[in-house]
């Protein structure tokens, strides 16, 4: 043996010895199919020893049965393009089959002329199971997360959406694949307890969010969030109750401890300056004898039924100043305009006190009038039978307003606050003051204008003919002990 033959040999022998030691399975062939090399990376994958496989046809070792022809027609078909990879199936000499990666290519001979077919594969059994059980994952989680009747979105770290299942899509009247990659903050908003729907509305919604990490290292968040709107108006109204007999309470307390108290108002003629009357405004003084508005308790009063109780403390009050002679202008409500017997309480407590009824003038709004209907007709002859006088309240803002001029026997007109606060300004308001003068004068009644906060819409009242006017620009309210010198 020559010496270039033996480093020939020892290389060879190198190489076998290097092919033998790489954890996967070399395997050539000639062109026909029949092993001429079989690695022990071979021998550990498929179970055949180097003996047992060499001289064989490489199919009937490693493709099952049902996948040898499919696997002879790709060898074929590799032969234009000397190269074939992919996953496939294969089999152990025992039988059993695991997926493999397989890579076959065609070699050349020292006379350049293709001889035989290389090929490495590696077992992915471990690698597909872990495909699979990842698949699987995402498909349970996906089936539960479709399935779960709460909206729930996942965003990455910069807050883009990545998903939004089918309840999140109903609540939000939009759909996963129109928001994918979109800013949620930008589309729906994420404020802590509202999302915003397509439509624009706001939904209330109760939400819990956390941080999580995929095994590949995919950062973001997952939010959970249910429509609380039906539970949130259910609690608001339940508070509106709770509120309502808590003030309901303090109202009856009010009533049976003598804490309620009446403020006065000035009346003045717009003409003259003098005062004319005054109208009666009740208040409640609180634990620590601080003064509470009616808009804090009248309310509660008329939700519970405390409301015609009051209504008769202020006409008993009403009737001691008009007995010493004070014109003194009353609210009522709407439920005392329907309860039976309110005249008589009027004419009762006018007799009582003394009084004579024509300084006792109630005031009714036109929401009022509206609400009792027929009631009111009956209401006003009752009170005008005992000699009581009767002003509309509001006047201007309602829709009937004309239509009780000519059937009620009203005395007074108070012109609304709105047409008076912008008079001086404001041509429309000026149109409507002197409509509503003409209109008055016209049935034989006054006018009164609420809400005068300064001295140029004062003159201009007179100017405008009104009769009457009231309103922080000429006096407050104040205790009618400080205004009237009465108790």
């Given at each position: ?8 040999l ?104 293709r ?13 597909v199971?872990t ?5 699987a ?21 910069a ?42 509305r ?74 004319a ?17 009616p808009?804090?308790?009248?309310p ?45 309480h ?42 009581c ?16 001029l ?55 009242l ?26």
């Amino acid at each position: 043996m020559s010496p270039h033959e033996g480093e020939d040999l020892r290389e060879i022998h190198l190489q076998a010895l290097l092919l033998d030691a790489v954890d996967a399975a070399i395997i050539a062939t000639d062109l026909g199919a029949v092993v001429t090399h079989w690695s022990k990376g071979a021998q550990r994958l498929y179970g055949w020893s180097r003996e047992e496989a060499v001289g064989r046809c490489v199919m009937e070792l490693t493709v099952p049965e049902s996948d040898r022809a499919r696997a002879r027609s790709t060898l074929v078909g590799m032969l234009p393009t000397g190269c074939w990879e992919g996953e496939f199936e294969v089999c152990r000499r025992d039988g059993s089959t695991f997926p493999a990666y397989v890579r076959n290519a065609l070699f050349c001979g020292l006379d350049g002329e293709r001889a035989g077919v290389v090929g490495v594969s590696v077992d992915i059994s471990r690698r597909v199971e872990t495909d699979w059980r990842r698949r699987a994952a995402r498909d349970y989680m996906r089936a539960v997360t479709d399935s779960i009747g709460d909206g729930l979105f996942t965003l990455d770290t910069a807050g883009r959406l990545i998903y939004l299942n089918p309840a999140g899509e109903r609540l939000l009247g939009r759909r996963n694949d129109e928001l994918v990659g979109q800013l949620m903050h930008d589309v729906i908003g994420t404020r802590e307890d509202v999302l915003r729907h397509r439509d624009g509305r706001e939904l209330a919604v109760e939400m819990t969010s956390s941080d999580f990490e995929t095994e590949d290292g995919v950062q973001g968040r997952v939010v959970v969030f249910r429509d609380v709107t039906e539970r949130r108006e259910r609690e608001r109204r339940l508070e509106e109750q709770l509120e309502t007999l808590a003030w309901a309470r303090r109202l009856r307390d009010a009533l049976a401890d003598d804490r309620l108290v009446l403020h006065a108002q000035p009346i003045v003629d717009v003409r003259t300056g003098a005062v004319a009357a005054h109208e009666l405004l009740v208040r409640m003084v609180d634990g620590d004898g601080g003064l509470i508005p009616p808009g804090s308790f009248l309310p509660a009063a008329e939700e519970c039924g405390l409301v015609l109780e009051l209504d008769r403390w202020v006409i008993s009050r009403a009737a001691e100043l008009a007995g010493d002679g004070h014109p003194v202008h009353v609210n009522l409500s709407a439920h005392s305009v329907a309860a039976a017997g309110i005249a008589d309480h009027f004419h009762a407590e006018a007799r009582r006190a003394s009084a004579d009824p024509s300084n006792m003038i109630v005031e009714l709004t036109e929401t009022v009038l509206l609400r009792q209907g027929p009631a009111t007709g009956a209401f006003f002859e009752g009170l005008k039978a005992t000699g009581c006088r009767l002003a509309l309240d509001d006047f201007g803002t309602g829709y009937g307003g004309f239509s009780y001029l000519k059937r009620l026997p009203v005395d007074f007109l108070k012109i609304d606050i709105e047409f008076v606060a912008d008079l001086v300004d404001d041509e429309g308001s000026r149109q409507v003051v002197r409509a509503v003068v003409g209109l008055a004068h016209g049935f034989g009644q006054r006018t009164v204008a609420e809400g005068v906060e300064d001295e140029p819409t004062l003159a201009l009242l007179g100017h405008l003919g009104v009769d009457l006017a009231q309103g922080y620009g000429i006096a407050r309210p104040a205790p009618v002990a400080e205004v009237l010198g009465a108790g």
